[in-house]
């Protein structure tokens, strides 16, 4: 038993989720900030970023660390390398927490209109794929993690009429298209959130079944192979 | 040329032990497949198994049946001849100390009766340039004997020795444990290079080694093969739980 090496890897994971609960956190706030025009949450959103970018770069350095140093295989091969790659997507959905802050901030310069989209129930549908994301990978459910694929289709829809919704809402009042372009961005912002969160849930699978599902590879064989 | 192994149903017991059970499978030609397994799972035994050198020791035996080619080693041909179609490396280099660098890697040929003087000049070099030591004693082939030669000179010096009789299978049993990197990544390299003329089996416990050197890996545990795939899908994602476990070290 390779003890140390298993406390590194626990530490790895600890580290991975705490950096999580920031990101959870940023796009919580930056959400709530649309839905209130609060924008000392949307400071607090960019404040934040910071700490997110130092955590990305403390753990590449912690897995690279041990790739050298403890040359692992098979299951902990991949679970360090779905590390690496959850790591920088929960970069890129901080990075999107901290767009959709600023989109707020600017739209606070702007008479409050009526939005034909609903960026909360988006927002809170991307923000569940990412919550269950991260449960998967807490508990090595590939299971789990396989039901927040399906999700990404939703999103996306959304995301469509969103488009579809402001093009017309620019075209009938061209006073709003300021706002209506924020809107626009925010909810481009929220259906990437669901990509990253569709990324992860891969890497779980990935490190779970040792299957590599990106980019719908193995979508057509009949029943998935439990280890 | 290498030649395929199939092994079917060897068994094979010290006394009353039963060191290797019932162990089934096909070792590529003109590849390299490493074994491995933890101390006394039946590695070492299995590959003794394949030059019948198991049999040397006088409690030992073995059923089944080994086929190198079309030969059946057990029914078709006698242990001398044998061992001279499967080289064997040793995990510590035993060269010949008193014989010099020339006459090590020619014992083998002198033993079967070589003695034309431009045959021997020829096998020696040629087993010393296919071992990749031949640059380096080209000048002192008569003159230093096997064991002035460092470690890893010693070891590739064994390789040359076991080549020189052209066999068809080359056996390594933890051919770098006793050397240093330097010289283990000369060991590799000769692997690599070897394996377009030879088919070769090799016994390690050094993982990286097996995943760096080997198409294919074997799994064994208390004298069973527990696994036997690519060496990719050995070292990234096992079938078996219990390969997952030697592999990432959880035994224990």
């Not at chain 2, 490493?34 to 035994?45: D, E, F, R, V």
């Not at chain 2, 299978?169 to 290079?193: C, G, H, R």
């Not at chain 2, 795939?229 to 030697?246: A, C, G, L, M, V």
Request: aromatic share 6%; hydrophobic share 45%.
């Amino acid at each position: 038993m390779r003890i140390k090496f298993q406390q590194n890897l626990d530490e790895l994971k600890e580290r991975l989720l705490v950096m999580a609960g920031l990101v959870e956190q940023a796009i919580q706030r930056a959400t709530e900030a649309y839905s209130t025009r609060d924008l000392g949450l949307c400071e607090l959103v960019i404040r934040s970023e910071p700490a997110i970018n130092r955590m990305e770069r403390e753990i590449d350095q912690a897995a690279m660390d041990l790739l050298a140093m403890e040359q692992p295989m098979a299951v902990d091969l991949r679970f360090i390398l779905a590390v690496i790659r959850i790591n920088a997507d929960l970069e890129r959905v901080g990075d999107s927490a901290v767009s959709i802050a600023l989109r707020v901030q600017q739209m606070g310069m702007f008479a409050n209109g009526e939005i034909p989209v609903d960026i909360p129930e988006l927002a809170l549908l991307a923000a569940a794929m990412v919550r269950k994301a991260l449960q998967a990978f807490i508990e090595g459910d590939a299971d789990l993690a396989q039901s927040v694929l399906l999700l990404d289709d939703q999103v996306d829809q959304m995301n469509r009429d969103a488009f579809r919704s402001i093009g017309q809402l620019i075209g009938e009042k061209p006073e709003m298209a300021p706002q209506a372009l924020h809107a626009l961005i925010i909810s481009r912002n929220l259906e990437r959130v669901g990509d990253h969160a569709t990324n992860i849930a891969e890497d779980v699978i990935f490190w779970v079944r040792g299957r590599d599902v990106r980019h719908g590879a193995h979508m057509h064989e009949e029943t998935p192979v439990e280890e | 040329m290498g030649v395929d192994i199939h092994v079917e149903n060897l068994n094979a017991w010290y006394g009353k032990t039963h060191t290797l059970k019932d162990v089934t499978l096909h070792i590529p030609a003109n590849q390299a497949t490493a074994l491995i397994g933890p101390s006394g799972c039946g590695k070492s035994t299995f590959v003794r198994c394949l030059n019948r050198m198991h049999e040397t020791n006088p409690i030992a035996r073995a059923e089944g049946t080994v086929r190198m080619g079309e030969l059946d080693i057990y029914k078709d041909a006698s242990p001398v001849e044998i061992r001279r179609r499967v080289g064997m490396v040793f995990q510590r280099p035993n060269p010949f100390p008193t014989m010099s660098i020339y006459d090590n890697v020619a014992s083998g040929l002198k033993l079967n009766g070589f003695r034309k003087r431009k045959v021997l000049d020829e096998v020696v070099e040629r087993s010393l340039k296919l071992s990749a030591l031949w640059d380096e004693v080209k000048d002192d082939l008569k003159k230093k004997s096997g064991a002035s030669l460092s470690g890893g000179q010693q070891q590739r010096l064994c390789i040359a020795r076991a080549l020189a009789v052209d066999p068809e299978v080359l056996l390594m049993d933890e051919p770098a444990s006793a050397l240093d990197p330097i010289s283990t990544a000369k060991i590799e390299d000769l692997i690599f290079q070897l394996k377009s003329e030879y088919t070769i089996v090799i016994v390690t416990h050094n993982m990286q080694q097996a995943a760096r050197v080997a198409e294919k890996t074997g799994f064994f545990l208390m004298g069973g093969l527990v696994e036997f795939d690519t060496t990719h899908k050995i070292f990234t994602n096992p079938s078996d739980k219990r390969t997952e476990d030697y592999i990432t070290g959880r035994f224990g």
